[in-house]
């Protein structure tokens, strides 16, 4: 069974993002080459699971995302205690929230349903951050202290912009905190070797280009990376619902990684970020 990286269910405050908006998903996902959902944007999360058995996809991530609302949290905490077996959810802190945001972090992950902590820093709805904004360092130290994975979006369309998803930022945080388990989703990009360089030099950071590994410019440097310095740090994602999941995994497949590869990238690294097992060195390494 895989594990899918990047996943927004069709829950409560996800279903007002315009991923879930006809008009707006698909002209923009068609430049891809993946497609979204058959029944995209009339979906349940009876049709999400369905997508994930059609893809032989075991566990799901879900990233939290404050932008669609003060209640997100409570769906994604919802989310987790609801299917304990299916998703491992991380609920978006505000690290501009001080003791406020440390109590969260208790009472919804330590104490709580959820498996980690996700920032979004560009899209933080008080003020965009940067993430080696040392305001944020009581809740890298939180997580680093109580052995929580932490989840970021980090690439893409993250902030105002471009500075927002360069590697440098994450380097900082890696070097100061490093045993925090930190995964980048949408992989820095478009700075996509300088991701790879710094997710080779940092043991504790892994990478999930998710959608960027569809053929767009720089796909093909996650690939070669996946192939060599990054094998045991690239994770499969499918950005779901703006990709089905089972094209994204038939994409992942087919799109050039090694065999050798591949155990990795579907399973075996997201499962090592996630605490499900540790990872061993295959012999070919």
């Not at 669609?68 to 501009?96: H, M, Q, S, W």
């Not at 979006?153 to 902030?159: A, K, L, R, Y």
Request: net charge negative; hydrophobic share 35%.
């Amino acid at each position: 069974m895989y594990i899918d990286s990047r996943v927004r269910p069709p829950y409560k405050t996800y279903l007002d993002q315009a991923i879930y908006k006809k008009e707006h998903n698909r002209p923009w996902t068609s430049r891809f080459e993946v497609s979204y959902p058959e029944n995209h944007p009339d979906l349940t999360m009876e049709s999400m699971f369905q997508n994930m058995e059609d893809a032989n996809i075991g566990i799901a991530l879900v990233a939290g995302r404050l932008s669609c609302g003060p209640t997100n949290g409570d769906d994604v905490t919802e989310l987790a205690a609801a299917y304990p077996e299916k998703l491992r959810c991380f609920p978006d802190i505000n690290p501009l929230h001080g003791e406020i945001a440390l109590k969260e972090i208790d009472d919804r992950v330590i104490n709580g349903p959820c498996t980690g902590v996700c920032m979004e820093f560009g899209f933080n709805p008080i003020e965009p951050m940067y993430a080696n904004d040392k305001r944020a360092w009581a809740v890298y130290q939180k997580c680093s202290d109580n052995n929580l994975p932490l989840y970021l979006s980090f690439g893409g369309f993250i902030g105002p912009d471009q500075s927002y998803c360069h590697p440098m930022l994450i380097e900082d945080v890696a070097k100061a905190f490093p045993n925090l388990k930190m995964l980048l989703a949408h992989g820095c990009y478009p700075f996509v070797q300088e991701a790879c360089h710094m997710a080779m030099n940092q043991p504790n950071v892994y990478l999930a280009p998710d959608m960027y590994l569809f053929g767009v410019p720089g796909s093909r440097d996650y690939i070669d990376g996946g192939n060599t310095i990054i094998r045991e740090k690239l994770l499969y994602g499918s950005a779901y619902p703006i990709f089905d999941m089972k094209q994204s995994v038939e994409y992942y497949l087919h799109c050039g990684f090694k065999e050798s590869s591949l155990e990795y990238i579907m399973y075996k690294n997201a499962a090592a970020f996630l605490g499900i097992e540790e990872r061993t060195n295959s012999k070919e390494w």
